[in-house]
């Protein structure tokens, strides 16, 4: 897995501790219904760091991510792309907590969305 706690994870490492953590069985009580979603990203924080993610799952209302490091609450811009189209989005990270191999999982809601088409 990730020898250097300093480098940049991998795609395979992220999704290796997604597929780790599991599903959890407990209501959340939330208003949106989340779909799982596991795409790259990248997390970009008003000092400017860009921090490599990966989406867990995603909502009309906010969005689930895996990434190294520890994220204070407060706005970040979130980018993700596919084949056709790059989509980034303004979201108020709301919480950040640890779990396996020094990751860390976040979650937040979106405060606008810009959608650029290659």
């Known amino acids: 897995m990730l ?3 300093w ?18 069985d407990e209501d959340h009580n939330r208003n949106s219904e989340r779909l799982e ?11 400017g760091n860009t921090i490599s993610a990966m989406t867990r799952e ?5 969005i689930g ?8 609450p407060g706005e970040v811009t979130v980018r993700m792309a596919s084949d056709t189209r790059e ?4 979201v108020l990270i709301e919480w950040c907590r640890p779990c ?13 969305q810009k959608t650029t088409t290659f």
């Open 7 to 24: 480098n940049r994870p991998e795609l395979n490492d992220l999704r290796s501790i997604l597929e780790s953590i599991g599903k959890s």
């Open 3 to 5: 020898s250097d706690p």
């Open 65 to 72: 991510l895996l990434h190294k490091g520890m994220i204070s």
């Open 58 to 62: 995603i909502s009309r209302t906010g």
């Open 100 to 112: 396996d191999d020094g990751m860390y999982l976040s979650g937040g809601r979106f405060l606008s």
């Open 87 to 90: 989509f980034e989005y303004r």
């Open 37 to 47: 979603l596991s795409v790259p990203a990248e997390m970009t924080t008003l000092r």
